[in-house]
């Protein structure tokens, strides 16, 4: 093994040899400066060129054919690394595939996947219909499960991926010569159209005088934030600046009634409601939510297989009255209300 001569390789020390890398023409690959702890290594196209990206391939998820109660289209798989997977459905069959996520690979729970072929938008950790799913990694190791079968054989294909897409491949493009179209903003033209502010204020109607100016106002904030408000006129309505949102979860959690398919409420109508989740803590019975009316075994409650949860954040949640029902007495959920 020869020693490659260049700036990142210096004498080992007594015993160990180090090795440089190069390229097809015989061109050193040079290493870029580290930390105290750690070497930096860049490897490029040409010696000053572009950094050539490492480019992941995506994982083909292994298949099976499912014809029975508790069999797995995809069985148990460490996705350590991996953030995505995509998974189609096809075959002739009746039945529940529930998507299933684990960090010990024996304790299993519902994952919720987003349809990706028109079959909806909602999130949901089972599907009774052939259809693609795009299902974000939410535990070190996964698998789908016929958790109801009925009838027919369930086939499908799926891959793990990074970032939620399929790499192609690195491409490098350089443009030497661009004729600019008309008009673009080259230093020039953006001197011209920003040289008199006061001009474009006068042709402008409503335009920011003095007295327009102090219906934009800030209201007073904290030591730790600025509280900004931005009001359409003196006496406008103002927009608040929303900011991520904090505090203590209330517990919810109980059992459905005790008589089966008996509509129950598991929290009253709140309009300070910022965060909701429920899970069916259950393994083998169904839970219905529904707002404001009784839940029912069907539409337009929501359903919760074994192991499923529903949450609302963020975007939307709903202030009203929440419900839930289940055809087996007493079933366990887990509830919290921010």
């Known amino acids: 093994m020869t020693q490659i001569a260049g700036s ?15 390229g097809a023409t015989g061109t050193a690959v040079d290493s870029a400066a580290g930390t105290a702890n750690a070497q930096a ?17 995506p994982m083909v998820l292994t ?10 289209l995809v069985s148990s798989i460490d996705l350590s690394g ?21 960090n010990d690979n024996v304790n299993w729970t ?7 072929n028109g079959s909806g938008t909602v999130p949901s950790s089972a599907t009774t219909a052939n259809a693609a799913f795009l299902i974000p990694v939410q535990a070190r190791y996964f698998r789908a499960r016929m958790t109801v079968y009925t009838s027919g054989t369930l086939t499908g294909a799926g ?39 006061a001009t474009i204020v006068t042709n402008t109607t409503g335009a920011a005088t003095a007295a327009n100016q102090t219906n934009v106002q800030s209201a007073v904030g904290t030591a730790a934030t600025t509280a900004i408000t931005i009001q359409g006129s003196s006496s406008g309505v103002s927009v608040p600046t929303n900011a991520r949102q904090t505090g203590t979860l209330t517990d919810r959690s109980g059992t459905t009634s005790g008589t ?17 989740i429920i899970q069916n803590v259950s393994t083998t019975a169904t839970i219905w939510v529904n707002f404001t009316s009784a839940a029912t075994a069907t539409q337009p409650s929501i359903q919760l297989l074994p192991g499923g949860s529903f949450v609302m954040e963020a975007g939307y949640v709903s202030t009203e009255a929440i419900n839930v029902l289940s055809t087996t007495a007493s079933v366990a959920y887990t509830a919290k209300e921010g």
């Open 260 to 276: 089966a398919s008996t509509s129950t409420q598991v929290a009253a109508a709140n309009t300070s409601r910022k965060y909701f």
């Open 159 to 197: 891959v793990a991926m990074i970032n939620g897409s399929v790499d192609q491949g690195a491409r490098q493009v350089t443009v030497n010569n661009s004729v600019l179209p008309t008009g673009a903003a080259t230093s020039a033209n953006q001197s011209t159209e920003i040289s008199s502010l």
């Open 110 to 116: 519902g994952v919720q996947g987003v349809p990706t």
């Open 41 to 57: 290594i860049t490897i490029q196209g040409n010696s000053s060129g572009i950094a050539v990206p490492v480019m992941t391939t």
């Open 8 to 22: 990142s390789v210096v004498a080992a020390a007594t015993g160990v040899q180090k090795v440089g890398i190069s």
């Open 82 to 102: 991996y953030t995505t997977i995509l998974l189609q459905i096809t075959g002739t069959w009746a039945g529940t595939l529930t998507f299933q996520g684990s």
């Open 63 to 72: 298949t099976n054919s499912v014809s029975a109660s508790n069999g797995d």
